[in-house]
């Protein structure tokens, strides 16, 4: 089974724009993001333009703030700050990655934990640790809800997670753990990775490698969740696994594109309207 995300995303979207209906019958503003995005990386761009649009279908307000690579990082701190103290923002983004210049631990932290709605401000962090109630990373959240979608149970099974980065491994990993899974993080120092990975049930790809994971580091009738996001030789979009040559092998896999990334985006407009009925006492 091919794991159909984009179509997955949608529905969820549309349920979404259904909960902002009942905010506007009910509240006298709209929940709203602000994005802001420091250079001119084409995919950042990209992104960047795709959550404007995921608002405006489902209703919420949202103001893209766009600086060239020369915005201190000074001058972004004052920007957080005043957007903290505004009462009308819900949500916060900084769009990843920043500039060399610019420190991302400084930026983050700055971010009010409750207007965070990527999840990545340590008071988040460790709210997702303990198992608290907290805004939970975009694409790890996505990459639950597509198992939930699809009936999968993650109690008692065998999850290996590739990659460490905070904004993806480390989250998806604590929330296969809360979900009774047994959670593997495997990274680049790890020896034997075939082996490891060929046990799992569920096999999470986050390195960044094209098409890096072949059958042999797959076990028949897994569940590949591929967040990798790369180009191939003919420089078409691809994933860190061979979709090709594994599809026939697994139970299901998500595509690249069209898997967890149109999740990504969607989890972010939920965590959005979140933050709002959080700040709203709703
Ligand atoms: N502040 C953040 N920065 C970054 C995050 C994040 O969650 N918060 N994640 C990524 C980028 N990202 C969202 O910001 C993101 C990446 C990819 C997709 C997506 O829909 N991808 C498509 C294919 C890509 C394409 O068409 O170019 C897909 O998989 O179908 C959405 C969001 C890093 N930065
Ligand atoms: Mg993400």
Do not use: W
């Not at 979404?16 to 802001?36: A, F, G, H, Q, W």
């Not at 990843?96 to 709605?117: G, M, Q, R, Y």
């Not at 099974?157 to 480390?170: C, H, L, T």
């Not at 959670?183 to 096999?203: G, M, W």
Request: charge should be negative; include cysteine.
């Amino acid at each position: 089974m091919i794991i159909n995300g984009k179509e997955i995303a949608l529905k969820i979207k549309d349920q979404l724009k259904n909960d902002v209906e009942t905010i506007r019958e009910n509240y006298s503003r709209m929940p709203k993001l602000v994005v802001i995005l420091i250079g001119d990386n084409p995919a950042s761009l990209t992104y960047v333009r795709n959550k404007e649009r995921g608002c405006d279908y489902i209703g919420i307000e949202s103001e893209i703030i766009k600086h060239d690579s020369s915005f201190s990082e000074r001058q972004l701190l004052e920007e957080i700050e005043i957007l903290n103290n505004d009462e009308t923002v819900d949500g916060i983004l900084v769009q990843l990655p920043l500039p060399k210049h610019i420190s991302e631990e400084k930026v983050l932290n700055a971010i009010a934990f409750d207007k965070d709605v990527d999840g990545f401000h340590p008071h988040n962090v460790a709210n997702l640790f303990l198992g608290q109630n907290s805004l939970v990373p975009c694409t790890p959240k996505g990459m639950l809800v597509l198992l939930e979608k699809i009936n999968y149970d993650l109690d008692g099974k065998e999850v290996v997670v590739v990659g460490r980065s905070n904004i993806v491994g480390k989250p998806v990993a604590l929330l296969c753990l809360q979900k009774n899974a047994t959670v593997t993080i495997a990274h680049s120092k790890t020896k034997d990775l075939k082996k490891i990975c060929s046990r799992a049930d569920v096999l999470i790809t986050a390195i960044g490698k094209p098409k890096f994971f072949n059958h042999e580091y797959i076990k028949d009738d897994a569940i590949v969740l591929d967040v990798g996001i790369n180009r191939d030789e003919n420089n078409k979009l691809c994933g860190d696994v061979d979709f090709e040559d594994v599809k026939d092998k697994v139970k299901a896999i998500t595509p690249v594109p069209g898997g967890i990334g149109p999740m990504t985006i969607t989890m972010l407009m939920q965590n959005t309207i979140e933050a709002f009925y959080k700040r709203n006492g709703g």
